[in-house]
Structure formats: structure tokens, C-alpha cells
């Protein structure tokens, strides 16, 4: 049950007025120090498309499981901020003893960076 595990994040959440948003304008979250994370091919992920459930990513031949020890992420929610815009920046390991490093950047609905590098 989703609602009884641990966090493995804290932030907080900016609205202009809660009784009438349908959401936050702005939510700023950062890592406890470890916060799970999952990286697949492009092509299991497409193949997986239009949905993906967390058995089928549990299942894809490509899947690495790491843990972020540094991980920040930054919203501001389309439909509801004047500019959406999405940043998540995190760093970590996985099982092997490799470092990665993750960022992500949307804007306006767009992607506009993506890098995800190994060592």
C-alpha cells in the first residue's frame, strides 16, 4: 500500500491560494540521502509505451536499480504555473560500485536536456 512507506524525500510547496488551485504552483523536493531510482533502455521503455506498470519495469532485461545519495527536483506544474518547467539533478550508485549522474530539463511542455553518465 502506497500510503504506508517511507518517504524518501522532504520539500515544500508554494500556492496562491489552496482553497481554489488545483495544485501548487512550485514544489522544491530533495533526497533524504537515499532515494531509489531506475534506469532502462530507450527501447524497453518504448516498447512499454503507452503505460507502464511496476512489474513491467521490474521485468525489462535493461533495468539498473541505484540509489541516489544526492537528488533534487524542481516543478512547476503545467496547467497550473505560468511556465511549467521540470529540473531533477541527482547523483548515486548502482549495485556494481558505479557512480551516475542524472539531469533532466523540461520547459514548456518540452524536453530540453537529458544526460545520464556512468563511471
Known amino acids: 500500500m502506497i500510503f504506508s512507506c517511507p518517504l524518501t524525500v522532504h520539500g515544500f510547496e508554494l500556492w496562491d491560494d489552496p482553497a481554489i488551485d488545483a495544485g501548487p504552483g512550485q514544489s522544491k523536493l530533495e533526497g533524504n540521502g537515499s532515494v531509489p531510482v531506475r534506469f532502462v533502455s530507450v527501447d524497453d521503455f518504448r516498447a512499454a509505451l503507452p503505460g507502464l506498470t511496476i512489474a513491467e519495469l521490474q521485468a525489462m532485461p535493461s533495468l539498473i536499480q541505484g540509489v541516489a545519495t544526492d537528488f533534487e527536483e524542481t516543478l512547476h506544474p503545467m496547467g497550473i504555473a505560468r ?10 550508485v548502482v549495485p556494481d560500485g558505479r557512480t551516475f549522474h542524472f539531469v533532466a530539463i523540461e520547459a514548456a511542455g518540452l524536453l530540453r536536456h537529458v544526460s545520464i553518465t556512468f563511471r
Request: proline letters at 0%.
Open 83 to 92: 511556465q511549467s518547467a521540470l529540473s531533477i539533478v541527482a547523483s548515486g
